[in-house]
């Protein structure tokens, strides 16, 4: 989403592969780049390679936060609980785990 690709700094001037998408702000462009996403946890590291969507800032999706989607939350268990503020989130699928 806007908000975070201003906070890590993306240059939408080099984002060229694109794409347009409905969700909860309306219909948007999203440029398409190779990613990986790494979590840390209990000593081990757990990696994925994805097909990244950032979307180009408008005013109505501009503070809207980043969500991870279910192509990386599948292989997780998530618990969330609002009373105990907790969330936590443990792997379930074997191939999970990626090597670097």
């Not at 347009?20 to 209990?42: C, H, K, Q, Y």
């Amino acid at each position: 989403m806007p908000l975070d690709a201003w906070r890590i700094g993306v240059n939408y001037a080099e984002l060229h592969v694109s794409e347009r998408s409905l969700g909860i702000g309306g219909v948007s462009t999203n440029f398409i780049e190779p990613a990986f996403l790494a979590f840390v946890g209990d000593g081990e590291l757990y990696g994925y390679e994805i097909q990244l969507g950032i979307c180009s800032p408008t005013d109505e999706i501009v503070t809207i936060p980043s969500l991870l989607g279910r192509d990386i939350i599948d292989y997780w268990r998530v618990t969330y609980s609002k009373p105990e503020l907790r969330l936590v989130a443990d792997v379930v699928a074997a191939d999970a785990r990626q090597a670097l």
